[in-house]
């Protein structure tokens, strides 16, 4: 066949133009796309060849050195992808470009065995990739010709993406495929050289196969030697073009992980620390998390996608894809790269499947796993860790059910027998210092570490010697509301409920409280006269031994704490009515017993509610109130 030979206008074999609109216009969410799916291409014909050249080397043609290149005309208003892989024939360039939805390389892997299969590095297999030339361009040319076939069955291949293409036989010297996309008046942006390096980097920086775009000319001299050594183009590489979580582990050093994760995750400091896995099998995929060592700046905004950036056979598809990872592991970085993932059509969106399920599950196992280890091995360091991440962390029981127990076993508290402000204590901790006949584990939630070291509440307690965890965080209430016990001990707040030490208990000191209850059942009825409906119960403590009150509510009531953080978001929570106990050993309540004055009792009874409230960190609704009768009893004290 030669040059000349017959030039054919023929129709698209999909039966509409309707499909290809369709497929130009709506498949494709994101316009830079069409530039990863070309270089995808261009980066398959490079693997066919390197596979066929296997068995065939004459393939090579004498040049083995397998390069995209990707070159601009701005006169011209053109943009260029070329490349030196195995080209096509005329019959393949109807098959697979003339036919919507054919894949030339879902054809080629089709026909390799199950090992040949494994271990190729194709990545399209769609069919559609290449007609996303149209997003940008009114005009597409494509030449190309075979490797091994002679250079007059060269191939021509013409459209405008309206329904129809030409196609002829032309000489073609080089193997390979170029391709020339005339672009759209308004698509000129693509004419500029950084705005394609910053999108080959973005979603082609791992391909295996070099993306090499023109060096920008330097200023020349006026000597012939200078303005001659200007006029030859030069070549650079603008793609990374390797992918370290495909290396094994073994070969790769610390400081490359180091140097990876500054690069691709943009941060200036060292990772934490990483994991890195191949898992192979009916789901095969490579994943290299990483640990950062501080927290971003965002990372309590909730409506902004946290997670990793997930690969197609190093071909970046999207970043923060959580559907891999969960929300309160949205500080982990890195990537995982499937072989096959269910992506839709347009590789933008990632579908629900068991695989995506499994590579989530496996994922998170090694995060926590990892997060083990480190808790185990390096104190120090997982410190640092909880101080960045530690609240996030908080999150997971409440979102993962399956881990709760790995969770719980990483989460850290401060409590009454920590020195200082950090939350160093682990339950494991807690559990394993337990008074003996302990069965809870005690917390308490308070807005601030002070408030919560200072409770009223805490005061039998510190008596008996039993320790009670601090949980300061906002958070926290959003935890122990799901997180209710670990390894068989229950979760207990200190001021939920009558207090229930269970055979730490004090038979005599129960039976005192009992005692004393009926001793004074005229006080408690003044006492609730007096407060009405501000509190739902009075009754005679167990928890006190300084103080004269405090408040508690039901065990399956929100707490005060709860109630306050989420009126502090906006929400409208309902309140619930307090408690308030007694401690009829304190002297303010002998006091308030012996006063035959109603209107005083009533004004005592108001500022021991107040004072209860106050030492739990509520705010008072009549502040006022509460100084003016504080001033009256001074006044009355210094008469």
């Known amino acids: 066949m030669t040059a000349t030979a017959q030039k054919e206008t023929l129709d698209f074999q999909a039966e509409v133009s309707q499909v290809l609109n369709l497929v130009i216009r709506s498949l494709y969410s994101n316009k830079e796309i069409f530039l990863r799916e070309l270089v995808s291409n261009a980066s398959d014909a490079a693997e066919k060849l390197r596979f066929e050249a296997l068995s065939n080397e004459a393939l090579y043609e004498g040049e083995s050195g397998l390069r995209i290149r990707v070159s601009v005309d701005k006169d011209a208003g053109t943009l260029t992808i070329l490349d030196n892989g195995i080209g096509m024939s005329r019959q393949e360039v109807t098959e697979t470009i003339g036919s919507i939805a054919s894949s030339g390389t879902r054809k080629f892997l089709e026909n390799l065995s199950g090992d040949q299969a494994k271990d190729s590095q194709l990545i399209g297999q769609f069919g559609v990739g290449f007609y996303s030339a149209f997003i940008v361009a009114d005009r597409v040319v494509l030449t190309t010709r075979r490797a091994g076939m002679q250079p007059d069955e060269g191939v021509r291949w013409e459209s405008t993406g309206e329904g129809s293409y030409t196609i002829e036989n032309i000489e073609r010297a080089e193997r390979g495929t170029e391709i020339v996309l005339h672009l759209r008046e308004d698509e000129k942006e693509f004419l500029d050289e950084w705005r394609l390096r910053s999108i080959i980097g973005k979603f082609s920086d791992h391909v295996a196969i070099p993306v090499e775009m023109l060096k920008a000319p330097e200023p020349v001299g006026e000597d012939d030697e200078s303005k001659e050594a200007a006029a030859e183009p030069e070549w650079e590489q603008v793609n990374r073009g390797t992918a370290l979580w495909m290396r094994n582990k073994s070969e790769v050093s610390d400081e490359e992980y180091r140097e990876f994760y500054k690069n691709t995750c943009h941060d200036f400091e060292d990772p934490l620390t990483w994991v890195h896995n191949r898992v192979e099998g009916t789901n095969e995929y490579n994943s290299l998390l990483f640990v950062p060592s501080r927290a971003p700046f965002d990372m309590w905004d909730r409506e902004l996608k946290h997670g990793v950036k997930l690969y197609v056979r190093r071909v970046f598809i999207m970043d923060e894809a959580d559907k891999l990872m969960p929300h309160y592991l949205r500080f982990v970085k890195g990537v995982v790269d499937s072989d096959d993932l269910p992506l839709n059509v347009s590789r933008e969106i990632l579908q629900h499947d068991r695989k995506i399920d499994s590579i989530r599950s496996a994922n998170v196992k090694r995060v926590l796993g990892l997060l083990e280890k480190l808790a185990k091995g390096d104190e120090e360091k997982y410190q640092t860790f909880w101080k960045e991440?530690?609240?996030?962390?908080?999150?997971?029981?409440?979102?993962?059910?399956?881990?709760?127990?790995?969770?719980?076993?990483?989460?850290?508290?401060?409590?009454?027998?920590?020195?200082?402000?950090?939350?160093?204590?682990?339950?494991?901790?807690?559990?394993?210092?337990?008074?003996?006949?302990?069965?809870?584990?005690?917390?308490?939630?308070?807005?601030?570490?002070?408030?919560?070291?200072?409770?009223?509440?805490?005061?039998?307690?510190?008596?008996?010697?039993?320790?009670?965890?601090?949980?300061?965080?906002?958070?926290?209430?959003?935890?122990?509301?799901?997180?209710?016990?670990?390894?068989?001990?229950?979760?207990?707040?200190?001021?939920?409920?009558?207090?229930?030490?269970?055979?730490?208990?004090?038979?005599?000191?129960?039976?005192?409280?009992?005692?004393?209850?009926?001793?004074?059942?005229h006080l408690i009825e003044r006492v609730k006269t007096a407060l009405g409906e501000t509190v739902k119960e009075v009754r005679v403590s167990s928890r006190l031994t300084e103080s004269p009150a405090c408040l508690v509510v039901d065990h399956h009531d929100m707490s005060q704490n709860l109630a306050r953080v989420l009126k502090q978001l906006g929400q409208d929570a309902p309140v619930p009515t307090p408690i308030i106990e007694i401690n009829l050993e304190h002297p303010l309540l002998k006091r308030m017993d012996a006063e035959a004055d109603e209107d005083r009792f009533g004004e005592l009874a108001k500022l021991v509610f107040d004072q209860a409230l106050l030492a739990e960190g509520g705010q008072l609704e009549d502040p006022a109130g509460f100084v003016h009768r504080l001033n009256r009893l001074m006044l009355d004290m210094s008469a």
């Open 389 to 521: 991440f530690g609240r996030v962390l908080k999150e997971g029981p409440a979102e993962d059910f399956a881990n709760r127990e790995k969770i719980g076993g990483l989460l850290r508290f401060a409590s009454t027998k920590s020195d200082g402000d950090a939350e160093t204590v682990s339950l494991d901790q807690y559990i394993g210092r337990m008074a003996e006949k302990q069965e809870k584990v005690y917390y308490i939630t308070a807005d601030t570490l002070s408030a919560a070291r200072n409770s009223p509440h805490l005061e039998v307690f510190k008596k008996k010697d039993i320790e009670v965890l601090l949980l300061v965080d906002r958070v926290d209430e959003w935890l122990v509301s799901h997180f209710t016990e670990y390894k068989g001990k229950q979760l207990q707040s200190v001021a939920k409920g009558e207090l229930d030490l269970g055979e730490l208990e004090d038979k005599d000191d129960k039976e005192k409280v009992e005692k004393a209850a009926e001793e004074h059942k």
